[in-house]
């Protein structure tokens, strides 16, 4: 596989040091020499292989590379959304190998908020209530403070005037921050976002990654984003990690850093 292409003004790259278990008092998530295998037919695909990585609370990191590169299954594993054949994940100090299916789901709707290409709203739902659906999953609030919560969280991104809307009543940069806001409405530490400019313009893309810069500057959330768009990743991100072929292989500054 052909390396990519790197920008000739981009911050020169330095390889990456590998997380050293015992230097860990700001990290607030770190990979252990991580690794994740697939049994596809009569073949194994080494999906990731041994990464090490650590971020700080309230950074925002891009994650990029070429298709098959491991982004999204490296995702995935930060979120407890799938397992690692062999390493670790620690967030915030909890090993999520040490969480049984009913402690990785309580994880996920505490700690982590999930954006994707793909918006994943309920058609039926208005705007509104695709986002306080995951209140109505935590248990935790009343429909009165569901519904404050849900239209404060449309205001934060920009869409409250649309709160009534169903998704097909909305254009696909209005459905994407919906989409944001029900990940963000909870006000998770954590939000995990995959290719979720993916299906944009560039303008409206832009929009996107500014409503993803303010969760992390005005809500202190880790932000680790996904994304084919080099350009938006150093624009928006503090860092830039590269992968290859499952293993990180280089660091770059990013423009907000």
């Known amino acids: ?27 607030f998530v770190e990979t252990h020499h991580l690794g994740r295998e697939y049994v596809v037919g009569p073949s194994t695909v080494r999906a990731l292989d041994g990464v090490s990585l ?19 299954t490296l ?14 994940v620690v967030v915030d100090g909890e090993d999520l190998a040490t ?16 954006v994707f290409q793909s918006f994943h709203l309920v058609p039926s739902l208005t705007a509104l209530e695709n986002v306080t659906l995951a209140l109505t999953f935590q248990g935790t609030f009343g429909r009165t403070r569901q519904r404050d919560l849900g239209m404060a969280a449309l205001e934060r991104v920009g869409v409250a005037q649309r709160a009534g809307h169903r998704p097909s009543e909305l254009s696909g940069g209005e459905q994407q921050r919906v989409a944001l806001a ?5 006000r998770p530490p954590l939000l995990l976002a995959d290719e979720p400019t993916g299906n944009l313009d560039h303008t409206t893309a832009g929009g996107v990654m500014e409503r993803l810069r303010e969760a992390q500057q005005q809500l202190g ?31 770059e500054r990013g423009g907000a850093a």
């Open 54 to 72: 650590r971020l700080d609370r309230g950074e925002f990191v891009a994650v990029v590379g070429v298709s098959g590169s491991g982004k999204s």
């Open 75 to 88: 995702l995935h594993l930060l979120g407890a959304l799938d397992s690692p054949s062999s390493g670790r």
């Open 221 to 251: 959330a880790t932000v680790v984003l996904v994304t084919h768009d080099e350009e938006l990743a150093r624009r928006f991100a503090g860092r830039l990690v590269r992968l290859r072929d499952g293993q990180v292989t280089a660091e």
């Open 1 to 27: 596989m052909l390396p990519p292409r790197e920008n000739a003004n981009a911050c020169p790259l330095v390889r990456v040091a590998p997380v050293n278990p015992a230097d860990t008092h700001s990290a």
């Open 182 to 186: 029900r990940a963000l409405v909870h």
């Open 99 to 114: 969480l049984d299916p009913m402690g990785q789901a309580l994880f996920r709707r505490r700690k982590v908020g999930f």
